[in-house]
């Protein structure tokens, strides 16, 4: 198995402001985020953190995407020190929910618009956009304006733009979330053909059935600590009688001392 990613023992700390201490009810204005986490991915697999709301993916996601450094540990993309930012943005792609698209602009405009951020030569972006476009529906709403697509489409065409480039890494926070159940599974079933062709995808959910559906492993991740990383068959062999949720709640009780029926 070719390594892909290596997060090795980083944790991440934020300081809040009264107004989030009140809101996240935290007693003091330190949180940790993301606690001496280290997990690998592996080419052509997808890579699942599951976690509640607040538990540390997104954080972790970040981290590895250079949006932000964590406070220790290391982190290794393709061999590459993530310090390095530039050559990691160009093998990785990372969509989150945040990345809210010009809504005066075209997909076409749009999408044209990534390619020459990433350098991606004219005749290689026309066939690549073509591929998108037909997989996800966006040719036929090609020169319609992004504020007049509906959710879905805004998403399937934020996914189209993230891979101008053909990235080896790809990085997806809560790609479901919002989506209706036709649309999530066309998103779905696409990440299993990316595995299929090679590429390493890291989700991260609080979506049992979603990981238990494409993940091959996956991380559970509870306030900003990794409690359990394993292959999913793995970890369903070795409790013969519980599927991922029942484990994940378990764990969950485990660290709370709440008891789920």
Known sequence: MTETLIVNNITKT???SRKQMKINKKPGRKLVAVNDVSFSTYKGEIFGLLGPNGAGKTTTLRCIATLI????????????NNKNDVAVKKRIAFLTNELKLEE?????????????????????????????FQKFGIDHFAEVKIGELSSGMKQKVSIACSLV????????DEPTNGLDVLTAKVVTDYLIDLRNEGKTIIISTHIMNLVEKICDRVGIIIE??????????????????????KIFFDLYSEVYHEEYA
């Not at 480039?165 to 997806?172: K, M, Q, S, V």
Request: with cysteine; proline share 5%.
């Open 165 to 172: 480039h053909n990235p080896d890494i790809i990085i997806f």
């Open 14 to 16: 934020f300081y809040l």
């Open 104 to 132: 005066q602009f075209t997909p076409n405009y749009i999408y044209d618009y990534f390619s020459k951020l990433h350098s991606v030569d004219d005749d290689i972006r026309t066939v690549r956009k073509k591929q998108l």
């Open 224 to 245: 900003g600590r990794l409690v359990l990383c394993d292959q999913i068959s793995n970890i369903l062999d070795s409790h013969p009688d519980a599927d991922i949720e």
């Open 69 to 80: 450094r964590p406070d220790k540990g290391e982190i290794y993309v393709s061999g590459i």
